[in-house]
């Protein structure tokens, strides 16, 4: 058997007090690399297949970008987050630097505003593919995601982002997910109030950072630092505590500052939860992880039996322009290969089998039987787990299955 050595830096026999060696076969995979086999491929591409047609009777056209390009159109020179998770590699035919696309939206942004650019009005657009991480987002996250969306280019209304929500939770439900939570955020909340405290760009993101661990005193303590005015103090230190149900809209009304900018963040968010009454909604002013991307309304679904979001989205207005077209956009994406854990076993559709001396005679019969759908398997006479139950015999001259 063909393996590799690998040299690591941390001690392990005595003689070499620097170095460690680990045997690679040539069968393992890079750390968070998986092969998905015939099951759960089955699985996954049997709900991909439902997955797609839902969005095409909802009217979403699907696009397929390349894995890579140059890695200057993947938006990791703006984008530090997605910058951090994108392999690059040199293109061996011009010398120019590739990327490994690990995020399609920025793709499909290129696609509306290059190559749709002659549709001045709406574009909806859906994919399905492989995207590749450097790293991965958590201990049990794989770093080939199957990043499955849908996106709409070209309307600003608050109408949109309920159209691509409504569409997020029917598809979840397709991929076997019940007792979904919507939660809801808003970017332009925070902004509003960091401009007008006139904060930097740095700042902003140490506040930021702060706030995804909800330490309301920190947030505090950092803008007191600052000798900021107490009334962007006191509005910065209440975002990290202003989550819960939908009566979290009034509690911010009361405690935010009167600026226009956090009352039409608001009035958004009041809108996306009327469109959705029977929904369970929870609302978080403080929750800002997504891509740099993201310009406005955040929205993502949990479910009680999954650590994190099972599905992401939001508005990303204006991320055309570095294709050559601003455009408003609104969409969602997630990993279908988390459907996997929620989709019922895939059993293997029953085979029909046609012996191997048998098969050239029984060749037109075959060809009947597959292009009713039916699988049909040869028989070499040697152990075989196709699961074939019938056979396929002669008799008076007609080929049956029995």
Known sequence: MLFYVKVSPF?????LPHHRIIIMQTWQLPEHIADILPERARQLESVKEQILAQFRTHG??????PLMEYSRSLLTHIDDGLSLKTIRLADQITGWQLGIRADITPQVARIDAHLLMKNQGINRLCYSGSVLHAQPDGLLATREPIQTGAELYGCADTAADVEIIDLMLKTLKVGGLDNIILSLGHLGVFRAIAHAAQLNEAQSRQLLALMQDKDGNAVRRLAQQWQLDNIW????????ELYGSRDVLDKARARLPQLTAVSQA????????AAFPEQAVHIDLAEVRVDNYHTGLLYAAYTPD??????RGGRYDGLGAYFGRSRPATGFSFDLRLFGAYLAASERPAAVRVAQK????????????RAQGVCVVVDYGLPDNSGSLKTLVQCNDEWKVE
């Open 11 to 15: 001690p392990l026999l005595p003689n």
């Open 233 to 240: 103090i006191d509005a910065l230190a209440a975002l990290p």
């Open 306 to 311: 999954y650590h994190d979001a099972v599905a």
């Open 358 to 369: 048998d098969y050239a005679a029984a060749q037109k019969a075959v060809d009947e039987l």
């Open 60 to 65: 979403f056209e699907l696009v397929q970008p």
């Open 266 to 273: 608001l009035d958004v968010l009041a809108q996306v939860c």
